[in-house]
T-cell receptor
Framework: NAGVTQTPKFRVLKTGQSMTLLCAQDMNHEYMYWYRQDPGMGLRLIHY???????AKGEVPDGYNVSRLKKQNFLLGLESAAPSQTSVYFCASSYHRDRGYEQYFGPGTRLTVT | KNEVEQSPQNLTAQEGEFITINCSYSVGISALHWLQQHPGGGIVSLFM???GKKKHGRLIATINIQEKHSSLHITASHPRDSAVYIC????????????FGKGTHLIIQP
């Protein structure tokens, strides 16, 4: 099993450009999450999905969109990148949200917006 | 919104020392996670607790639900334990996703 994978690992964007981050998991998990990690802030939830075809907003959703067309994939889109979106992005998945089942994290994507 | 506070923020110790990292949260939860993030950036789950105590190798995690407090202990610490340790809480009750502390940066010197 590959677990949770993220594509790409690194990316540099200019302000206003768009991009999509791909998260894939092969554990048949129902729940998937996108987090961002900034120095001094800790990890924060951007968007999440509780099943194929569903998405919901987290703590910091502005400037991002997501889609979960297939159970194994969760896409995070930036339509018009801004320097404030420079961050490390982590995807995670879990079996079940109730009782806080263990989350499995991807390796992260380091994004720089200039 | 649950506030998650960790202490200390930074900790440097000598190899072999007993390490304790603390986590406090403000609102009742259904589960608490301890995560480890190595310098390379990857995050792995160490424990998930809803009550009592768990042990895995040299790592021990405890939680006191009434006091809204959890501790992570490392016995016989080793330089390979050097990492950032993150506490995260899962609220349950229909809410989703984890709320994270800012992490404790641990350095174990040989």
């Amino acid at each position: 099993n590959a677990g949770v994978t993220q594509t790409p690992k690194f990316r540099v964007l200019k302000t206003g450009q768009s991009m999509t981050l791909l998260c894939a998991q092969d554990m048949n998990h129902e729940y998937m999450y996108w987090y961002r990690q900034d120095p001094g802030m800790g990890l924060r939830l951007i968007h999440y999905s509780v099943g194929e075809g569903t998405t919901a907003k987290g703590e910091v959703p502005d400037g991002y969109n997501v889609s979960r067309l297939k159970k194994q994939n969760f896409l995070l889109g930036l339509e018009s990148a801004a320097p404030s979106q420079t961050s490390v992005y982590f995807c995670a998945s879990s079996y079940h949200r109730d009782r806080g089942y263990e989350q499995y994290f991807g390796p992260g994507t380091r994004l720089t917006v200039t | 919104k649950n506030e998650v506070e960790q202490s200390p923020q930074n900790l440097t110790a000598q190899e072999g020392e007993f390490i304790t990292i603390n986590c406090s949260y403000s609102v009742g939860i259904s589960a608490l996670h301890w995560l480890q993030q190595h310098p390379g950036g990857g995050i792995v789950s160490l424990f998930m607790l809803s009550s009592g105590k768990k042990k895995h190798g040299r790592l021990i995690a405890t939680i006191n639900i009434q006091e809204k407090h959890s501790s992570l202990h490392i016995t016989a610490s080793h330089p390979r334990d050097s990492a950032v340790y993150i506490c995260a809480v899962f609220p349950g009750g229909g809410a989703d996703g984890l709320t994270f502390g800012k992490g404790t940066h641990l350095i174990i010197q040989p």
